[in-house]
């Protein structure tokens, strides 16, 4: 099993990065998908998910109006799209899959927003 996210990087306030998560090992599409995130020194964060069919999705509060997750199950991969980004959007992010007591993580990716 293995989810590797890319897509990470350093933007200036304001500016947009899409973060891919591919997924291998496992039925993807069976599986609700998840973003987290963790900035230096803070617990890791739920930041959206993304239901298994229909796509149906979840922001946490700080996100929603500027993340869009999606989800290609063809492709057997999440994105979750990042606009007008802001400074304390800086952290690691994950992505998470949980189906029922299975769940894995990805490796992380960072994001860096500065000017």
């Known amino acids: 099993v293995q989810l590797v996210e890319s897509g990470g990087g350093l933007v200036q306030p304001g500016g947009s990065l899409r973060l891919s998560c591919a997924a291998s090992g496992f039925t993807f599409s069976n599986y609700l998908m998840s973003w987290y995130r963790q900035a230096p020194g803070k617990e890791r964060e739920w930041v959206g998910d993304?239901?298994?069919?229909?796509?149906?999705?979840n922001y946490a509060d700080s996100v929603k109006g500027r993340f869009t997750m999606s989800r290609d199950n063809a492709k057997n991969t999440v994105y979750l799209q990042m606009n007008n980004l802001k400074p304390e959007d800086t952290a690691v992010y994950y992505c998470?899959?949980?189906?029922?007591?299975?769940?894995?993580w990805g490796q992380g990716t960072q994001v860096t927003v500065s000017s």
């Open positions: 998470f899959a949980r189906r029922g007591v299975a769940s894995y």
């Open positions: 993304i239901t298994t069919v229909g796509g149906s999705t």
